[in-house]
C-alpha cells in the first residue's frame, strides 16, 4: 500500500481579533435624531405656512429654497447614521 505524502506546508490560522470594539462618540446619536427632526419641521412648516396664507418671515424670503434646507438637513442625518456603531 502506498504512503501518504506529509504535509509540508502549516496549517493557516487566522490572527486573532484583539482589536477594541469602536463606539460611536456621544453625539452622534442625538446630532442625527436632531437633523431629521429639524429637517421634517422645517418641510412641513414650508407647507402648512404656503397653504395658509400666514408668512414666516425667513421661509418667505427663501422661497423654494426651502426644501433644499430641510432636505439637506435630513440628507447630514443619514450620512451621520452611516457612521453609527
Excluded: C, H
Aim: aromatic share 10%; glycine share 8%.
Amino acid at each position: 500500500m502506498a504512503k501518504s505524502k506529509v504535509r509540508k506546508k502549516a496549517v493557516y490560522t487566522p490572527p486573532q481579533k484583539t482589536q477594541k470594539v469602536e463606539v460611536s462618540p456621544r453625539w452622534l446619536v442625538p446630532t442625527m435624531l436632531s437633523l431629521w427632526l429639524i429637517g421634517l419641521l422645517w418641510i412641513a412648516t414650508f407647507y402648512v405656512t404656503a397653504s395658509t396664507g400666514t408668512e414666516v418671515p425667513l421661509m418667505t424670503d427663501l422661497g423654494n429654497w426651502n426644501l433644499g434646507i430641510g432636505f439637506g438637513a435630513i440628507i447630514l442625518g443619514v450620512v451621520l447614521s452611516t457612521r453609527w456603531r
